[in-house]
Structures are given as structure tokens and as C-alpha cells.
């Protein structure tokens, strides 16, 4: 069946570092992609998308590219700040309408000053 | 405009007790899904109502799960006879007309469920 791999945190940086995490997936047909972000304390939000191959979806500095060729939609930010602080999880939504999101089992992200 | 909201935010029952959780979608949004969030854990899909359609009940991990909506608005999520297992955050998520793969669905900020 589909399913997401994500790289385990926790993840630790500085400020002003270069972030990657890594989003590895499987999945029939061609699904949507999505990176979902969790601060602390508070929901589940979209944080950005792609629904086709090379698409880029960014958003609040952070960038992601649908690679089909790698199964890929790795999360990258040229300079983090202290407030992306964060839990961050990698989705993909699968072919067919109203299709449930299949998630990754996500990583922490703690940026110290 | 409001987002989805759920309650209670927090539960705490007794093993063996029933609970009921509660979620108000985005108004105009006609599908609505239930995730379980296990400590460390990415979401489990639970079940997905559509409109009218019969809801798809393939995630629910025992009989001792089941949901109901009324129309395209409220939802519960009831669960019976609690284990300590079913200890989670169970979240809510709205979409506004699923009619492809490309429809954002917008989460509720969830209810964590403890079982004792």
C-alpha cells in the first residue's frame, strides 16, 4: 500500500542554518504531496503542496519539488528561525477523490538562538 | 472565517468507559475526516464522510469505534468500552469539495484522549 518515509528527528540547529528533511514515498497512480506543519500547542497546518511532478510548493520560506523519478518531496528552509520550531510531517493523498491523507510519523524540528 | 473546532480539548476517562468526541467542521466543507495520533506517531486515518455518501469506515481499528454526521455538519467520534491503548490526540479535518487529489484538508486542533 502507499506510505510515507521521513527522516527521524530530533533535528537541532542554529539559527540562520540550511534545513533539509527528508520525504521518501510509495504510492500507485500519481498522489498529491504535502508538508503539514505542528507547532507547539496548536493543530495540524498546511504548510505547502505539489500535485505533479516538479511541481515546487513553498511557503513561509520553506520549499519542497515533487520528484517522481526518486519517489522524493524532501522540506527545505535556506535560514531557520526559532519560530519554525516545530513538529513537521510529510503527506501524500492518493489517486482517487476524497482519499484519505497517509501521513509520515514525523520530525521534530528545535532551532535555538 | 472560524476554522474546524473540536471538543472537549482533553479527556481523561476510566478503562471500560465510553467517550464521545466532537467536531464542528468548516462551514461548506462537505467531507470530513477523523485521524488518531498516537504519542510519536504520524496520523492513522480513522473514517471519511462525504456529503451523504456512506462513509468509508476502513480505518477504524475495532468494533468499539464508530462516527456519525448529521448532514455536511457536525460529527462524533464515539468510542466504547475505552482501553488504555485508545490513549491519543484524535484530530479532525475538513476539506471543502474533494473532487481531486489536489483539495487541502484543514485540521481541527484535535482532543487528547487518556485512558487510565
Known amino acids: 500500500g502507499d506510505s510515507v518515509t521521513q527522516m527521524e528527528g530530533p533535528v537541532t540547529l542554529s539559527e540562520e542554518a540550511f534545513l533539509t528533511i527528508n520525504c521518501t514515498y510509495t504510492a500507485t497512480g500519481y498522489p498529491s504531496l504535502f508538508w503539514y506543519v505542528q507547532y507547539p500547542g496548536e493543530g495540524l497546518q498546511l504548510l505547502l503542496k505539489a500535485t505533479k511532478a516538479d511541481d515546487k510548493g513553498s511557503n513561509k520560506g520553506f520549499e519542497a519539488t515533487y520528484r517522481k523519478e526518486t519517489t522524493s518531496f524532501h522540506l527545505e528552509k535556506g535560514s531557520v528561525q526559532v519560530s519554525d520550531s516545530a513538529v513537521y510531517f510529510c503527506?501524500?493523498?492518493?489517486?482517487?477523490?476524497?482519499?484519505?491523507?497517509?501521513f509520515g510519523k514525523g520530525t521534530t524540528l528545535s532551532v535555538s538562538s | 472565517g472560524a476554522g474546524v473546532s473540536q471538543s472537549p480539548s482533553n479527556k481523561v476517562t476510566e478503562k471500560g468507559k465510553d467517550v464521545e468526541l466532537r467536531c464542528d467542521p468548516i462551514?461548506?466543507?462537505?467531507?470530513l475526516y477523523w485521524y488518531r495520533q498516537r504519542l510519536g506517531q504520524g496520523l492513522e486515518f480513522l473514517i471519511y464522510f462525504q456529503g451523504n455518501s456512506a462513509p468509508d469506515k476502513s480505518g477504524l481499528p475495532s468494533d468499539r469505534f464508530s462516527a456519525e454526521r448529521t448532514g455536511e455538519s457536525v460529527s462524533t467520534l464515539t468510542i466504547q468500552r475505552t482501553q488504555q491503548e485508545d490513549s491519543a490526540v484524535y484530530l479532525c479535518?475538513?476539506?471543502?469539495?474533494?473532487?481531486?487529489?489536489?483539495?487541502?484538508?484543514?485540521f481541527g486542533p484535535g482532543t487528547r484522549l487518556t485512558v487510565l
Open positions: 462551514s461548506g466543507h462537505t467531507a
Open positions: 479535518a475538513s476539506s471543502p469539495n474533494p473532487s481531486g487529489t489536489k483539495d487541502t484538508q484543514y
Open positions: 503527506a501524500l493523498s492518493g489517486s482517487q477523490a476524497g482519499t484519505a491523507l497517509i
